[in-house]
């Protein structure tokens, strides 16, 4: 290779310029993807999406174009575009690895891979919880016909939980399925949600995320606790739900009498409190409170006329004050 020769690869290998559509394409690898500057990579893409259109090469083209979409998307992490991402990976039957410019896969695990993404940030988002259960399932539905596939993007996109298998993954969005579903229908039927707690901690323990199993675990004793009130004397299921302890004076013969009786000991299982369903409870508390409201204001109208007095008795002196400082000045 001449001199002159040395110079121009050197510029193009420097500028990218004069390089052909293939030059191009392996530039977004060198350039950007195995330095992992995704940035220049998905530019260097779009250029070799250009430069194969013009040399009508459709099936380059639109890998091209996939190929700056993703690595675009996992730069930018906007998760609006990722509906476009998806339709360009359908139009395509495979396309190289992330990371790799020689390894080819599958377009279609990867689109529903964007799929159950895309449910599960509609989850995240959601207000009700289940509109949160139902995202939640479709997601793990998705995952789950992916079976033992490697996930591409959950990791690189910064999701929670498993994000190496799909199968894995699959079973975490399936316990958050059902932990929403637990919350929607803990309020109905603390029994029902239970269940669905009960299939969740399983869930999560198949997916190895130990911390949520826990938190499911110690939910789940929560709403399984059942307790008779005190006042009413009717049965309870759902501590803090539907049962809660208020402070009262109790003392061992209290619990005496009620173990005679034969009845509830655990109203009583909680020193100085005993427990209260949330009618009798809430009935109490929203009787005080209008106690509390009438006192109030009865106080405010027999302290009102007397601050009134006070303020005026203030108003004279400080009138008083200031005829004496005149006084005082015109002396002067």
């Known amino acids: 290779m001449g001199l002159l020769d040395k110079v121009k690869q050197n510029i193009k290998e420097t500028t990218g310029r004069g390089l052909s559509a293939q030059e191009q394409y392996q530039r977004a690898y060198q350039k950007g993807v195995f330095v992992k500057d995704y940035g220049a990579a998905a530019d260097n893409f779009d250029k070799a999406f250009d430069r194969f259109q013009e040399d009508h090469n459709v099936e380059m083209a639109l890998r091209s174009q996939a190929n700056s979409a993703l690595y675009t998307l996992l730069v930018s992490k906007d998760w609006a575009s990722l509906n476009g991402v998806i339709a360009i990976l359908e139009s395509l039957e495979e396309i190289e690895r992330i990371g790799s410019d ?3 896969v599958r377009t279609g695990p990867l689109a529903t891979e964007l799929k159950a993404l895309q ?3 509609q989850a995240e988002q959601a207000e009700s919880t289940g509109e949160k259960k139902q995202a939640y399932a479709q997601a793990s539905d998705l995952l789950m016909t992916l079976g033992t596939e490697t996930l591409s993007f959950t990791d690189m996109l910064g999701g929670s939980g498993p994000t190496d298998k799909a199968l894995l993954r699959a079973y975490y969005c399936g316990a958050l399925s059902d932990y929403y579903a637990a919350l929607n229908e803990v309020t109905i039927s603390p029994a029902r949600a239970h269940d669905y707690l009960q299939k969740s901690a399983v869930r999560f323990r198949q997916a190895g995320v130990a911390e949520w199993s826990s938190k499911v675990e110690g939910y789940m004793d929560q709403v399984k606790m059942k307790r008779h009130c005190w006042i009413c004397g009717r049965e309870m ?9 208020y402070p009262a004076n109790t ?3 209290h619990r005496k009498s009620i173990e005679a009786s034969g009845d509830d000991v655990g109203m009583l299982d909680t020193e100085g409190s005993v427990a209260l369903c949330t009618v009798c409870g809430s009935a109490i508390e929203k009787q005080a409170d209008a106690y509390a409201v009438k006192r109030a204001n009865e106080i405010r109208e027999w302290v009102t006329p007397l601050l009134q007095n006070h ?3 203030l108003v004279n002196h400080a009138q008083r004050l ?6 005082a000045h015109s002396h002067n």
């Open 251 to 253: 003392e061992q013969y």
């Open 119 to 121: 449910l599960e940030r």
């Open 322 to 327: 200031q005829r004496l400082e005149s006084i």
């Open 311 to 313: 303020e005026e008795s």
């Open 102 to 104: 020689n390894e080819m």
């Open 237 to 245: 299921q759902g501590r803090n739900i539907f049962y809660q302890y």
